[in-house]
T-cell receptor, first 109, second 115 residues
Framework: EDQVTQSPEALRLQEGESSSLNCSYTVSGLRGLFWYRQDPGKGPEFLFTLYSAGEEKEKERLKATLTKKESFLHITAPKPEDSATYLCAVQAGGNQFYFGTGTSLTVIP | GAGVSQSPSNKVTEKGKDVELRCDPISGHTALYWYRQSLGQGLEFLIYFQGNSAPDKSGLPSDRFSAERTGGSVSTLTIQRTQQEDSAVYLC?????????????FGPGTRLTVL
């Protein structure tokens, strides 16, 4: 069964304290893995797409990596404005998208 | 350019009433997706359109749910005889293509409350 699991459910960091969010997946025929940021009351905002194991992408303080079983979203020296829920999604062979339940990140000044 | 828009932003209805939710995708995007997001739950896929046709309706929870897309643009999600368990945020997304590389861009959602 296709499945996406994110951990931890919630994460509190001090400003400047780097950490990583995990997204593990089981899916047949992975076509892509996506990371989104969602602020309260808003729709998810696209961050990255990864297509194959070993691929990495960076944007400001965020870096996403992909292996055959999981993806990590590394946050370097986070700021309070990075506080949000981070969602991971995978696109399966049948063009289905499966989302995890997200990691709620709080960065404390 | 304009992003995905959805209306209304909030909808409160009574149990048993029908509701219509609207999605305006990004211009030129051929694929359109509907999701439901309940408190503490991940996004639940409902249906997607490629042009005006819906190749995959497997996510619709019951026959009270239906969706259509006209002119390859605007889509409407209709929920008939609403139930309290239908209360959720309904999100729409569009992408340039439906296949590999079809990154989805989301609208702000419609928050539906069924009393």
């Amino acid at each position: 069964e296709d499945q996406v699991t994110q951990s931890p459910e919630a994460l509190r960091l001090q400003e400047g304290e780097s950490s990583s969010l995990n997204c593990s997946y089981t899916v047949s025929g992975l076509r892509g893995l996506f990371w989104y940021r969602q602020d309260p009351g808003k729709g998810p905002e696209f961050l990255f797409t990864l297509y194959s194991a070993g691929e990495e992408k960076e944007k400001e303080r965020l870096k996403a990596t992909l292996t055959k079983k999981e993806s990590f979203l590394h946050i370097t020296a986070p700021k309070p404005e990075d506080s949000a829920t981070y969602l991971c999604a995978v696109q399966a062979g049948g063009n289905q998208f499966y989302f995890g339940t997200g990691t709620s990140l709080t960065v404390i000044p | 350019g304009a992003g995905v828009s959805q209306s209304p932003s909030n909808k409160v209805t009574e149990k048993g009433k029908d509701v219509e939710l609207r999605c305006d995708p990004i211009s030129g995007h051929t694929a359109l997706y509907w999701y439901r997001q309940s408190l503490g739950q991940g996004l639940e896929f409902l249906i997607y359109f490629q042009g005006n046709s819906a190749p995959d309706k497997s996510g619709l929870p019951s026959d009270r749910f239906s969706a259509e897309r006209t002119g390859g643009s605007v889509s409407t999600l209709t929920i008939q005889r609403t139930q309290q368990e239908d209360s959720a945020v309904y999100l729409c997304a569009s992408s340039l293509i439906a296949g590999v590389g079809g990154t989805q861009y989301f609208g702000p959602g419609t928050r539906l409350t069924v009393l």
